[in-house]
């Protein structure tokens, strides 16, 4: 896929580093994931979490292939109202919710209600408009057998819950539709049985007919590259796997229930769609050896990169750039910054020159977004197509993009 013609095209075209987002390969991705849920549970919607990733780009895609959005800010929500989402398509989730949270609220949109002083102030607001309808969910507080405890929604034990449901009760235009979870770092399948039993014992304790819809989260391995799928040292299930342990256990809880009538399933992937398809190709400045260790310096940061390469070392490919290579045996990848723990691989072994180019594979989540204009500006992203036809969607940053906002 990359060869040095390839790399030297794009990064003489929009710069070096760069992203490169395989938007083939991911539509296709897309389409399997949603598939083996579908055709398992017709009722199923995937719900896009923007945090993960919300190039503007990859979000109207989905939106094109039907995806709802879900989002945790007011800015997150204006990303998707400017993609043209329609409120009803847009999941407002998180612990704090700005201004815009009660216009889409007051507009029909789908909010996740996290905490009681949240709820106070909606049943107000729907007192406050009698003439109209509303609706809301609840984030339920659920232990599925994590090993931590989560700061997140409702709490299911201390009351709160039932608490909940007893304001809205109160208000006569104010309907509770839909029950939502997300717990994180909980990517078993045994985990997803979990999520599903207790979601599904909740629903049919609170609901008398089945809720209009259950939100599971997110939380699933992605399709990855073996060489970082062996260093999580657990078996990573396959979307068959997600898919019969939550989908199918819908089909027979509601198998009884006309179509109308089953709740919408939904699941709110980030990470399992976007991360294998997003590629980063930085450039090696030199080689450095002092006393006894060896560094190859870069022209990128972990910052473009992301947390996933403090805890893993993600798969890559050296493009020679035409230098005489040297043998490494143990290098550490190191980035721009002036930061001593700025390391993007560990341990290196083979043959890299300065010039060379390095694709690191699975930079999907949590790294353009999470780049902080620590010490230098970001890079710009592109889509590639199979066919080798590039595209921008990001712009590579400026001086005045970084401090416009400062007062000189
Ligand atoms: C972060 C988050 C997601 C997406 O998680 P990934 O691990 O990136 O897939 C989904 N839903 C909520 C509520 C989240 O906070």
């Given at each position: 896929m990359y060869d040095l013609n390839t790399i030297k095209r794009l990064t003489n075209d929009y710069g070096s580093p760069l992203y490169v987002f395989r938007v083939d390969d991911f539509i296709e991705n897309y389409r399997i994931f949603e598939e083996s849920f579908k055709s398992r549970y017709p009722k199923y919607k995937i719900a896009y979490s923007?945090?993960?990733?919300?190039?503007p780009e990859i979000c109207r895609i989905i939106k094109d292939m039907g995806g709802y959005a879900e989002v945790v800010s007011d800015m997150e929500l204006m990303a998707a109202v400017r993609l043209?989402?329609?409120?009803?398509?847009i999941i407002y989730n998180g612990p704090y919710k700005g201004r815009k949270g009660i216009e889409h609220f007051m507009k029909g949109g789908i909010l996740h209600v996290d905490h009681l002083h949240e709820l106070t102030k909606l049943c107000d607001l729907a007192e406050n408009n009698p003439h109209m309808q509303f609706t809301i969910g609840f984030r339920l507080n659920i232990d599925i057998g994590q090993n931590f405890i989560s700061r997140f929604g409702l709490d299911v034990e201390n009351g709160d819950l039932q608490k909940a449901f007893d304001m809205v009760s109160?208000?006569?235009?104010?309907?509770?539709?839909g029950l939502h979870c997300h717990i994180g770092q909980s990517r078993t399948i045994e985990a997803w049985k979990n999520r599903v039993r207790i979601m599904l014992a909740y629903a049919d304790r609170y609901f008398e007919k089945p809720p209009r819809y259950i939100d599971l989260g997110s939380g699933m391995f992605a399709r990855m590259n073996p060489a970082l799928a062996e260093q999580f040292g657990e078996h990573i299930p396959s979307f068959e796997d997600y898919a019969d342990a939550v989908a199918k256990a819908f089909h027979e809880h509601y198998k009884a229930f006309p179509m109308e009538d089953k709740p919408l399933l939904f699941t709110e992937p980030g990470t399992t769609l976007i991360n294998s398809y997003v590629d980063f190709i930085g450039k090696a400045e030199c080689i450095k050896r002092i006393k006894g260790r060896e560094f190859v310096v870069f022209n990128c940061s972990k910052d473009n990169i992301g947390d996933i390469c403090r805890i893993k070392n993600l798969p890559i490919t050296v493009v020679p750039g035409g230098e005489p290579e040297c043998e490494c045996k143990e290098a550490d990848f190191v980035g721009?910054?002036?930061?001593?723990?700025?390391?993007?691989?560990?341990g290196f072994q083979g043959r890299i020159a300065p010039e060379d180019y390095v694709v690191f594979e699975n930079v999907g989540g949590y790294s353009n977004v999470s780049k902080p204009p620590f010490i230098s500006e970001n890079c710009a992203m592109v889509a590639l197509k199979r066919d080798g036809e590039a595209r921008v969607m990001k712009y590579r940053e400026k001086f005045d993009d970084i401090f416009r906002t400062y007062v000189f």
């Open positions: 923007y945090k993960t990733n919300y190039t043209g989402y329609e409120n009803d398509r109160e208000v006569g235009n104010l309907h509770v539709i721009y910054t002036c930061l001593e723990h700025d390391v993007m691989y560990k």
